[in-house]
Structures are given as structure tokens and as C-alpha cells.
């Protein structure tokens, strides 16, 4: 399963586009890149899944470059509510065992 | 959906003790797996079960054992507790063949050793 890197933390303030980058060089054909949120004692939330190029939908946007050696989770104007730890995972989700592999994630501060 | 239902959602046990932690998974969803997240870490696969048959297992030794039963509900069972064995422990759930790749977590149940 691929590794992947992205920044321990972020800041940014209310309104404001976030933009998380994840690094994951040894990507496999099969993998897919998948975002997951994260509020203090809870469970992560799914946010977005993507293959290649863009993926969107009401929550965040997914950019995934031809390569896909990389990928940015894009978060419009955040709230405060958007304070979380965010991680970014790659892998095979379809077939055998299909656990996740998750790092230590980036942890998002908004401020108002 | 019901979403994926944690129980206890807080415990203390003592060293040496034995615990079972359970989950009732989405609606509909056929594979479980569990996790442990330390304070300050990612999540830690521990095993997956499909069909009721664990198929796949992390770095856990085997005094961390579970079950999935008929209904898709799940137990986590660890023996011989140890402080470290202090986390969240999460449960998650999916549909094996479905069109959403995407676990849904429980919120966790904290266990705290003693």
C-alpha cells in the first residue's frame, strides 16, 4: 500500500480557500486516493474519493494530476465548523483486504 | 441509515483485565473492521471481517481477537490488558461490491487501562 505525506498543519481563516496537498510517489495503478475528515473523539468521515483528474461534489473538491503522484484536497471558503484533522489515503478499495492506511494527517485550524 | 453504532462509548479496565467492545454496523453493510487510534495518531488497522471471516489483520498480536456475526454486527475482544492498550477504538463499515468505496466510522469507544 502506498505511503503517503502531507503537512502536519495548516492555519487559515473563515471564508478562506483551504488547499491540502498529499504526496504519494509509489501510487498504484489499482489505488485510489481517498480524503477523510476527522473532529476531536469521533470517527473519521469520508469526505471525497478520487481516481484522476477532478472529483467534486457538495462538501470539497479533489484535484489529481495526470501523474498522480499527488493530489489536493480543496476546501471552499471554510467555516469554523472546518477545524479537523484531515487525512489522505491511497489504496486498493475494491478487492481482498482493503484496509486503510492512515498517517498522522494534517491538522486544520480555522480562525475567525 | 442508522449509521455505525459504538458501545461502550467510554471504559476503564485494569491491568491484566479482559474487554469486549461492540458495533452494529450500517445498514446493509457486509464488511467491519476495526481500528486503534492513539492520542495524537492516525488510526491503527487491527483486523477486517467479511461474511462473518476475518480476511486481513494488522500489527496486533493475538490477544486482540473479534467476531462478526450474521446480522453484521461486531465484537472486539482484547485479553490480558495492557496500559498501551489505553485508545479510541473505532469501528468501521462498508458494502464489499458496492459503488461506495468509503468506510462509515462509529464515533468510538475511549478505553482507558489502569
Known amino acids: 500500500l502506498a505511503k503517503t505525506t502531507q503537512p502536519i498543519s495548516m492555519d487559515s481563516y473563515e471564508g478562506q480557500e483551504v488547499n491540502i496537498t498529499c504526496s504519494h510517489n509509489n501510487i498504484a495503478t489499482n489505488d485510489y486516493i481517498t480524503w477523510y475528515q476527522q473532529f476531536p473523539s469521533q470517527g473519521p468521515r469520508f469526505i471525497i474519493q478520487g481516481y484522476k483528474t477532478k472529483v467534486t461534489n457538495e462538501v470539497a473538491s479533489l484535484f489529481i494530476p495526470a501523474d498522480r503522484k499527488s493530489s489536493t484536497l480543496s476546501l471552499p471558503r471554510v467555516s469554523l465548523s472546518d477545524t479537523a484533522v484531515y487525512y489522505c489515503?491511497?489504496?486498493?478499495?475494491?478487492?481482498?483486504?482493503?484496509?486503510?492506511?492512515f498517517g498522522t494527517g494534517t491538522r486544520l485550524q480555522v480562525f475567525p | 441509515e442508522t449509521g455505525v453504532t459504538q458501545s461502550p462509548t467510554h471504559l476503564i479496565k485494569t491491568r491484566g483485565q479482559q474487554v469486549t467492545l461492540r458495533c452494529s454496523s450500517q445498514?446493509?453493510?457486509?464488511?467491519v473492521s476495526w481500528y486503534q487510534q492513539a492520542l495524537g495518531q492516525g488510526p491503527q488497522f487491527i483486523f477486517q471481517?467479511?461474511?462473518?471471516?476475518?480476511?486481513g489483520r494488522g500489527n496486533f498480536p493475538p490477544r486482540f481477537s473479534g467476531l462478526q456475526f450474521p446480522n453484521y454486527s461486531s465484537e472486539l475482544n482484547v485479553n490480558a490488558l495492557e496500559l498501551d492498550d489505553s485508545a479510541l477504538y473505532l469501528c468501521a463499515s462498508r458494502e464489499r461490491g458496492g459503488t461506495n468505496y468509503g468506510y462509515t466510522f462509529g464515533s468510538g469507544t475511549r478505553l482507558t487501562v489502569v
Open positions: 445498514s446493509g453493510h457486509n464488511t
Open positions: 471481517y467479511y461474511r462473518e471471516e476475518e480476511n
Open positions: 489515503l491511497v489504496g486498493d478499495g475494491a478487492y481482498n483486504t482493503d484496509k486503510l492506511i
